[in-house]
């Protein structure tokens, strides 16, 4: 060592590393990692503010679907003398459409694994399955607002029904949206090939798909299984 | 003097192993582990899924005990939804993902419980009304 004074700069990083308040991590003894955004290690890399940045707004999206749980929770025995939920329930349709859902986000899934491998053309193959199993669900969704409205039983027929289609419709409109995207997503990678922007978009477009189905979890669920019951 | 010990870029070489993931993103991992991870979220989903479809269709558990049943099926489902799929963990790397998913349900269950309860006793907290108000009312 010599007796020279360390510069300014050099002094406050040792004086931070020795701080066991400063710049660590709350878990391992290994020194603070850069780009991890922790203490003075600097900002956390693109790729993780943008995932965190949608990871953000997809639970302000589920708090706006608790708001329609409630609402169909609290109007589910409001009938006025229309259908009970148990009268329009059709299992098996539910079934279907859980199947095809839950499918879809396991194929999502996947199509992530081939873009981790860098393989255009197996992250396309699961992207374009997701997309039809995206499809066919909001095809038996919509089959069955068409069945229901021939019947008379559309939202304005009681407060049970109203709550029912907002909350049902609102999560098939989210689906449909997302087929829209994933389909902008396939042209991008199809033209653009895999550049951090696109994986960027890919990872939000996973989480968003894998967020609706949580939700269609807790839709078939509350409104299908527990109201068809008797 | 060395500068090894105050080199920013000290950690640089090896900081992919600590560094923090962003929800459904595990940047290191191979395509193997991902479909691992999507076929056990798979697998655990299909059998929550079958059980919570057989156990509303059929008698066999008390039939008042259904709904909690079916709900305790549909939480440990979206459980195995967050980890399996958008690799949501309890890891060091995932501390800003969970505060954020644990606020998140914070004010989904007051938005649901609240309303529930808050309607539910509706009539109980309402002011009482004189008769010949609740007659005009009616007319």
């Known amino acids: 060592m010599s007796d020279t004074p360390l510069p300014a700069s050099v002094e406050t990083i040792r004086r931070v590393r020795a701080d066991p308040r400063l710049g660590r991590r709350g878990h391992g003894s290994e020194g603070p990692a850069k780009g991890a955004g922790h203490g003075d290690t600097g900002p956390a890399s693109k790729r993780i503010i943008v995932g965190y940045g949608f990871w953000i707004f997809l639970l302000s999206d589920i708090v706006m679907f608790s708001c329609f749980f409630a609402a169909f929770a609290v109007q589910s025995h409001a009938t006025a003398g229309g259908p009970t939920m148990a009268q329009i329930v059709e299992t098996p349709r539910v079934a279907l459409e859980t199947a095809a859902l839950l499918l879809s986000s396991y194929t999502c899934g996947l199509s992530f694994a081939a873009t981790n491998a860098r393989s255009k053309l197996w992250t396309q193959v699961f992207l374009l399955a997701t997309g039809l199993l995206g499809l066919a669900f909001v095809g038996m969704e919509l089959q069955e607002f068409i069945g229901l409205a021939a019947r008379g039983f559309t939202p304005q027929r009681s407060g049970m029904l109203t709550a029912f289609f907002g909350l049902v419709g609102l999560h098939g409109v989210h689906v449909s949206l997302a087929g829209l995207w994933l389909l902008t997503m396939m042209a991008q990678v199809q033209l653009k090939g895999f550049r951090p922007e696109i994986i960027h978009r890919l990872i939000c477009f996973n989480l968003f798909w894998h967020a609706l189905d949580i939700v269609w979890i807790g839709i078939f669920t509350i409104v299908y299984l527990m109201g068809g019951l008797t | ?139």
Do not use: C, K
């Not at chain 2, 156990?55 to 259904?66: D, E, G, K, Q, R």
């Not at chain 2, 399996?84 to 004010?107: C, M, R, S, Y």
């Open chain 2, 1 to 139: 003097m060395s500068h090894s010990d105050t080199d920013p870029n000290l950690h640089s070489e090896d900081r992919d192993h600590r560094e923090d993931h962003a929800p459904g993103d595990e940047p290191e991992e191979s395509a193997g582990h991902w479909i691992l991870n999507a076929n056990l979220g798979l697998g655990l989903s299909i059998l929550l899924t079958v059980t919570a479809f057989v156990l509303a269709a059929t008698h066999l558990v008390y039939a008042p005990s259904i709904p909690v049943a079916l709900l305790v099926l549909a939480i440990a489902q979206m459980g195995v939804h967050l980890v399996f799929f958008l690799h949501v963990t309890t890891g060091p790397d995932n501390t800003n993902n969970v505060l954020a998913l644990a606020f998140g349900i914070l004010v989904v269950f007051l938005l649901v419980v609240g309303s529930i309860w808050i309607m539910a006793h509706l009539s109980h907290n309402m002011m009482p009304m004189p008769p010949d108000q609740m007659q005009s009312m009616q007319q």
